[in-house]
């Protein structure tokens, strides 16, 4: 199985600062065939469902607020968060859908300092 | 716009099966991959498996977690618009939230995206 790694386990961030998280796969999650990063993250608020943000590493689903991106390739990626919002308070996954089984990172809880 | 909705028992018994369904609204369930993904109370998440909902052929295809794969079987009826999700042999280890989630394909063995569109999940307790 690819293991998915974040780090760190938790953040705290002041409003209107950058929040940097970061995900490590144990193998290349890389595509050649079309070159993509099979990598996604989610944003999960309590009582709520995960939230896609970001697939193919770093393509914002739609609706998503552009403070949200994602970065890397192979098995290095960092989601970041531009300017932090009091709405972004919560627990961020990072996973591969390159592979089954798909797995997931922790998680990093994130919260405002 | 698409909507999904687990539905189960609840409570399962340890060693029976749980049987849970997931109910597609506002769109069609063929040429998609569904996912079924478990969290325990304060825990990360896991993937169980996915089927493709290939419609009218009848064909299927799978893939399941094999750490549960012996226990596991995922099934779609499209008449229903439903997938379901079977887990024999339960113990208290299952108890966790469950959920389905679509993921976007272009065609069999082939994903166009991530989980896309999640249900809000059904709580299962393991009990006697």
């Known amino acids: 199985d690819i293991v998915m790694t974040q780090s760190p386990d938790s953040l705290a961030v002041s409003l209107g600062e950058r929040a940097t998280i970061n995900c490590k796969s144990t193998q290349t999650i890389l595509h050649t065939s079309n070159n993509k990063n099979y990598l996604a993250w989610y944003q999960q608020k309590p009582g709520q469902p995960p939230k896609l943000l970001i697939y193919w590493a770093s393509t914002r689903e739609s609706g998503v607020p552009e403070r949200f991106s994602g970065s890397g390739s192979g098995t290095d990626f960092t989601l970041t968060i531009s300017s932090l919002q009091t709405e972004d308070v919560a627990i961020y996954y990072c996973?591969?859908?390159?592979?089954?089984?798909?797995?997931f990172g922790q998680g990093t809880k994130l919260e405002i300092k | 716009q698409v909507q999904l909705q687990e539905s189960g028992p609840g409570l399962v018994r340890p060693s029976e099966t749980l049987s849970l369904t997931c109910t597609v609204s506002g769109g069609s369930i063929s040429s998609y991959y569904w996912s079924w993904v478990r969290q325990p109370a304060g825990k990360g998440l896991e993937w169980i498996g996915h089927?493709?909902?290939?419609?009218?052929?009848?064909?299927?295809?799978?893939d399941y977690n094999p750490s549960l794969k012996s226990r596991v079987t995922m099934s779609v009826d499209t008449s229903k618009n439903q997938l379901s999700l079977k887990l024999s042999s339960v113990t208290a280890a299952d108890t966790a939230v469950y959920y389905c989630?679509?993921?976007?394909?272009?065609?069999?063995?082939?994903?166009?995206?991530?989980?896309?569109?999640w249900g809000q999940g059904t709580m299962i307790s393991v009990s006697s």
């Open positions: 989630a679509r993921v976007p394909s272009c065609g069999k063995y082939c994903l166009r995206g991530a989980f896309e569109i």
């Open positions: 089927i493709y909902s290939s419609g009218n052929t009848g064909y299927n295809p799978t």
């Open positions: 996973q591969q859908y390159s592979t089954p089984p798909y797995t």
